[in-house]
């Protein structure tokens, strides 16, 4: 008998695992090809839905941008020429309107989307600004349980909507409530403040204890210098 090498040995195991495999493929054929198309399907939606959500979020953005860019228009005085490519407009009022529509359009087109949530929160302020409070009410409300960065800083522009409505009783659980969450979008200090502000004409002593408790959380900075102004300006309570 003769003998067979490692080399041949190794050469014929291949070989018959080869035949193995093809006589599996063709034993089940019709499943692995199934299979094999079901991958591919899956594959090829998945990345569809990738390429329409990237893109989608381009366009968002994009529209975001331009609104954002009229909002922060120049306003040019009567005989001011308007640098070439820039968008400017005669009022504020009009600067507004401008934006508050491109606000609208990217909600309708994209409110889902981030650029959606954080047109919501720029059309709150445009109404404010055009004086269409009740509309900004709602609209500030709604960018509230938006998450994210979004939210404080709608929930601050509800705050500082119902300040200059003098609705203070609902100002100040927002206001509070900003002090507690202390978010980088509106930090404790920018809270506290606004709520001393607040409480100077309506209740002195809570305001006197806002600006002490600033003074002494931030020593030797703007906050707590302004702090201690503010506290030495309040009204000295009768004894």
């Not at 390429?51 to 005085?77: C, F, M, V, Y």
């Not at 508050?100 to 981030?114: L, N, P, W």
């Not at 500030?140 to 979004?150: D, E, F, I, M, R």
Request: no cysteine.
């Amino acid at each position: 008998m003769a003998n067979i090498s490692r080399q041949e040995l190794k050469s014929d195991e291949f070989v018959s695992g080869v035949d193995a495999a093809f006589e599996f493929y063709l034993q089940h054929q019709k499943q692995i090809l199934t299979i094999l198309v079901i991958v591919v399907v899956v594959v090829a939606s998945a990345y569809g839905v990738y390429a329409w959500n990237h893109s989608r979020t381009q366009k968002a953005e994009a529209a975001l941008s331009t609104g954002l860019d009229r909002l922060h228009a120049p306003i040019l005085a009567k005989g001011q020429t308007a640098p070439p490519g820039v968008e400017t407009f005669a009022s504020a009022q009009d600067r507004a309107r401008a934006a508050q529509e491109q606000f609208e359009k990217v909600i309708a087109d994209y409110g889902s989307t981030r650029a959606g949530k954080i047109a919501r929160y720029y059309l709150g302020l445009t109404q404010v600004e055009l004086q269409q409070t009740s509309q900004a009410e709602s609209t500030l409300q709604q960018a509230s349980q938006s998450g994210g960065a979004v939210q404080p800083l709608a929930q601050n522009a509800l705050a500082n909507l119902y300040i200059s409505e003098g609705k203070a009783e609902q100002a100040r659980p927002i206001l509070e409530a900003l002090i507690k969450q202390n978010s980088p979008a509106v930090p404790k200090a920018v809270a506290m403040t606004e709520l001393a502000e607040m409480e100077k004409t309506s209740d002195p002593a809570a305001a006197a204890r806002l600006y002490q408790q600033l003074s002494q959380d931030y020593p030797n900075t703007p906050t707590g210098q302004q702090a201690e102004q503010a506290l030495a300006s309040l009204p000295k309570p009768a004894r």
